[in-house]
């Protein structure tokens, strides 16, 4: 599990989802999850994280840099995180002024994850071609990192040109905020591996921290010091699993399916989407597929630290609350995971 002298850090993992079947006020949905994020932050896990997408029904949190800020102003401990801000549609200069912003107000708690996206209706949505994705990304990346250490920038490049530009007021975390690199292409891993201090990904991990190991040592990085995100799909920690299981199955079964149709319009191979993103009909083919993971304490340290011993996990999340369930639903599982699973790893 990584380097044996660090703890597995555990962060609870949020997309503000709001599907029209279970539809509630958007203003509630908000209120109700930056309250549970208040309560996490006393109950001892170390991470927040913040997913993005756009353009869709049900209110997929589009803006995760303003829901960063109301966290860094509401907690005291927690670290921020984003997994991931979809860089392709940013300025990058916005971002990284904007990410400076959250780090101030947190104290210096903030962690940057970006990836390239994915989603057909985005990149039209921006009117941006797809084929740019990795190109934009990797450029992006190189002009916030500098920007976040200080540089007075001149960068020339395929899609941004900026001159003489430095960021005022930077960010407190020195040389910069952590970045985190996502994607499954060799191209996102060798982006983390040149540009980034970690990989973060879901699901699944040994196939890409493979590929990571190996670009790493293309960039000439160790790779013992590599700090590596993931976790199970849905990790829910139950006095009653099979009640637990059954409440939520139908919530999963949508955000996958979400996340399946998505790829297959992006045009991603057909063996990928079965092993990342599985495709389940109904609560059977879920049952089979053993993603929807809600069981006992002792369970679920067990699978947690099978899970960790694949790869030189560092950070551990999972999905926290099903897409149309109250987070007062999913309160009871987190106050068991924090109160029984996490101590076991401590």
Known sequence: MGNPSQKLKFGVWYDFRNPAQWKRPNDRVYREILDQIV???????????????????????????????????????????????????????????????????????????????????????????????????????????????????DFEGKYFRFKGIKLGPGPIQQPRPPMWGGGFAR??????????????????????????????????????????????????????????????????????????????QAGMPADFREKVVPKPRDRSELKKLGILNVVDVSTAIEMIRAYAAEVPLTHYYSWTVPPGLPPSWIQPHLELFASKVIPAFR
Not at 76 to 88: C, E, N, Q, T, Y
Not at 209 to 236: D, T
């Open 39 to 153: 309560w996490a932050d006393k109950a001892g896990f170390d991470n927040v994280w913040l997913s993005e997408h756009h353009f869709l029904e049900d209110g997929y949190s589009p803006s995760v840099l303003p829901i960063a800020a109301a966290i860094a102003g509401l907690t005291k401990d927690i670290r921020i995180g984003i997994s991931v801000a979809l860089i392709p549609f940013y300025n990058p200069v916005r971002f990284a002024e904007d990410a400076a912003t959250v780090d101030i107000i947190s104290g210096g708690r903030f962690e940057f994850g970006g990836g390239a996206a994915y989603r057909v209706d985005e990149f039209d949505g921006f009117n941006i071609p797809i084929k740019e994705r990795h190109g934009r990304t990797t450029e992006a990346f190189e002009i916030m990192r500098r920007l976040w250490e200080g540089e007075t920038l």
């Open 187 to 264: 191209v996102a891993l060798r982006r983390a591996a040149r540009l980034a201090d970690g990989y973060i990904g879901i699901g699944p991990m040994k196939p890409a921290y493979q590929m990571y190991r190996e670009a790493l040592s293309e960039a000439g990085k160790p790779v013992e010091k590599a700090r590596l995100a993931g976790g199970h799909f849905w990790m829910i920690a139950s006095a009653d699993p099979e009640k637990s299981w059954e409440e939520a199955a139908d919530h999963v079964i949508y955000q996958l399916n979400c996340y399946a149709d998505w790829a297959e």
